[in-house]
């Protein structure tokens, strides 16, 4: 059942990755959660966000989609939604050091790094299409 749910559209502008990821970490503060639950959803937000960025929209600007959304029991659910370039090949692009960045600026660890902070991580992606990544956790209940 959702008990609260946000969401928010923004430009695929580098400027916007932090707003995205502190709007995100605010919305679910509600919850009370630590310092580290908090650390860890911003991590998997700019992450995502930045994939979007840099790999759906590369030579273009356009929409990125963020539903965020309070469970039962403290369970977070984050989608991350592009109408970018989509993914060629999916199992691919989830290998760590996997990149398709030509400048060697990027390290090919986005979604292990999601997949590392979050207890469920589910990317979708059609080419010309765009990319959907969704992201689960359960944060500790404060006493």
Request: net charge positive; aromatic share 6%.
């Amino acid at each position: 059942m959702i008990k609260n749910e946000m969401k928010l559209q923004i430009p695929s502008k580098s400027s916007n990755e932090s707003f995205a990821r502190v709007a995100v970490a605010s919305f679910f503060s509600q919850l009370d959660p630590t310092v580290d639950e908090i650390s860890d959803i911003k991590t998997a937000v700019s992450e995502a966000v930045t994939n979007s960025i840099v790999h759906g929209y590369a030579n273009e600007i356009g929409n990125i989609f963020i539903h965020a959304k309070i469970l039962d029991d403290n369970k977070i659910y984050i989608r991350i939604r592009d109408k970018g370039c989509g993914i060629d090949d999916l199992d691919q692009a989830m290998e760590p050091m996997f990149t398709t960045c030509k400048t060697g600026e990027r390290s090919g660890l986005g979604f292990t790094v999601m997949q590392s902070f979050m207890d469920n991580l589910r990317v979708t992606s059609k080419k010309g299409k765009g990319t959907i990544v969704t992201l689960t956790k359960k944060l500790r209940k404060r006493i």
